[in-house]
């Protein structure tokens, strides 16, 4: 009889301390791939959005599919296409965004305005249809997600998140990383090709990606913003747009301080997360806007 080794509470806690969770991990990886040299790959997946849905293991959410009904109920189906339709007109994007779903954590865009075939957008399987409760668009005032519960985005704060992404896509924010990564591959051309001492070439390469990724974090920034911009005009309502949003970067904040790892901080930053600024500094950014609205309105209604 073999004895097999226990392991000590102390060393239980020490390897759920170092684990990784699947949607930080999602976060590092969109990091890392940020920085990748390849800005022909990133030209190709602007231009032509479906050659980066194929690398994603996604399925496209289309009204007429009877090959998906087991995954997705043609109704709920029906009324997230409805809804993706008003969210778009509210974002004033006048071409097709292709919808798709696949199970990840992270919302994601690909291309924008300028691209040769059809933006597309991929949304979390488990955000739409929500196993075991009420899919996205079919909350009500008897039926619906509580603000409270942390592991789960209510109907508007879905609106919001989607909002997000198709805000990238009016921006063309994916075409200015593509933009940033040549000027990333020049340096490292200067570099290698000895038009700068190795001196000079290390501190272009270092100066050419702290832009990029400030760029980024700049780019993440002002979605939350204009997120909140076509929401409110989804909604007819900034203050409740701005209150949606709030509680959505709250419950972000909220799910990493529940897990104890070593990459979130008190305040729930992920500090793996270079693309994004800090969570505690969106939710101020988004609270700051506000105010400024509120002031701007209050000008306009006395000089009425």
Known sequence: MSIQPVKRESEKSFYQFCQIDSDHSEQLTRTLSSITLNPLKNGF??????????????????????????????????????????????????????PYTALRHNFLSCGGSLSLTSPAIILPYQHLFRP??????????????????IWRFSDHEVRFLIARELSHIKQNDALLRMITKIAIV???????????????GILFFAVTITVHLLLERQCQAEMDIAGVEILARRLGNHKVATAVAISALEKMRKKNLARDHFYITKTGDNI?????????????????????YDSTNAGRHKLS
Request: net charge neutral; aromatic share 10%.
């Open 186 to 200: 020049a340096a490292l051309g200067f570099l290698c090709l000895g038009s700068l001492s190795f001196g000079g």
């Open 132 to 149: 075991n409760s009420i899919p996205f668009t079919q909350e009500n005032k008897h039926i619906s997600i509580k603000t409270d519960d």
């Open 272 to 292: 793996f997360d270079l693309n994004n600024p800090r969570l505690t500094a969106r939710i101020e950014a988004v609270k700051k806007k506000e105010s400024l």
């Open 45 to 98: 997946f602007y231009f032509f959005p479906f050659l980066q849905v194929w690398t994603t293991q996604c399925t496209l959410i289309k009204e007429r599919d009877i090959t998906h009904e087991s995954i997705m109920e043609p109704q709920a189906k029906k009324e997230i296409l409805r809804e993706l339709n008003l969210l778009k007109a509210a974002a004033k994007i006048d071409r097709e965004v292709v």
